[in-house]
């Protein structure tokens, strides 16, 4: 079993880089990801943890990026986020570190918005239980939506941690909403292959699910570099899978799949090495990326 699409504490995973290996191992999977948001931080810990409990451990991270036209047709940004997992990076690359640490400054003033927009309509979180709802205490800077909702359900602002991301983190319309800072996808594309990885297309439908503007984008990127695509992602349907294998055999992507692991169950409903309740992510998508990048 794998799963190429993970989170931990680095970013907004509630379990620490070794904590989520160990549940690898349990699971029986021999291969995992860790792709925290916009950090490399959490990768030598899991390099550790993986020498440790005999699992493969495969350096990643997932970009947050943005795409503002795909077409003379489509001028609109098709998404307010686009986000692009970088798979077998290189997570001392000079470039790829120097524009993570830009990135973590902006998310470190982001989320000091936020905290300053909940004070402004009379939600006051204590900062030290805002930094201490993961199993590892974070900075303002590491702090995730993850923790926010947390703390948000903790103190009774919310009656779920789904209701604070609807009503006050939404990056558009959310009463504490703050966008976030984003990176060109080309660009992002180009400086995951400075790192010597694999640069794949996340979660998809998260993007669009107007085909149209699918094709559209990855025509476009694939044109400059795009590898590959999430075609396996927590609770696609077989009908969604089988066209973005479509998608993915038109334009010679290799497919690519993951839980996106935040923590077990919740509102994500997320299980390591699954993209469904009792569907694994095949095996030889990897051993395709393997040999394609020999």
């Not at 900075?139 to 993850?146: C, D, N, V």
């Not at 409903?269 to 694994?280: I, Y």
Request: net charge neutral; aromatic share 6%.
């Amino acid at each position: 079993m794998l799963d190429l699409h993970t989170h931990t504490t680095a970013s907004d995973g509630v379990l620490t880089p070794t904590q989520l290996i160990e549940q690898a191992a349990k699971n029986n999977i021999n291969a995992i990801a860790i792709t925290d948001h916009d950090t490399v931080s959490g990768i030598a810990e899991g390099i550790e943890a993986a020498r440790k409990f005999n699992v493969t451990l495969i350096p990643g991270i997932e970009i947050s990026t943005k795409v503002d036209s795909i077409s003379e047709e489509i001028h609109r940004p098709i998404s307010e986020e686009i986000h692009l997992v970088g798979l077998f990076i290189n997570p001392q690359n000079p470039q790829l570190l120097q524009k993570l640490e830009l990135l973590k400054n902006f998310r470190e003033e982001r989320n000091k918005k936020i905290i300053e927009k909940l004070k402004k309509i009379g939600i006051e979180i204590p900062e030290e239980l805002l930094l201490n709802m993961s199993s590892r205490p974070k900075t303002i800077a590491t702090l995730g939506k993850p923790d926010f909702a947390k703390a948000l359900y903790k103190i009774a602002a919310v009656k779920h941690e789904a209701e604070a991301f609807g009503t006050f983190l939404n990056d558009k319309n959310g009463l504490a909403g703050v966008p976030k800072e984003r990176i060109e996808l080309g660009d992002a594309i180009s400086l995951i292959h400075k790192a010597e990885g694999l640069a794949i297309l996340a979660h998809p439908f998260h993007i669009t699910k107007n085909y149209t503007e699918l094709y559209t984008l990855v025509e476009k990127y694939a044109e400059l570099g795009l590898d590959g695509m999430e075609v396996y992602y927590n609770n696609y349907n077989r009908k969604e899978i089988k066209n973005l294998k479509k998608v993915a055999k038109q334009f010679g992507l290799l497919k690519s799949g993951g839980s996106d692991f935040h923590f077990a169950g919740g509102y994500r409903q997320a299980r390591l090495g699954f993209f469904g309740e009792k569907k694994n992510i095949p095996d030889d998508i990897l051993t395709e990326m393997m040999r394609c990048r020999k």
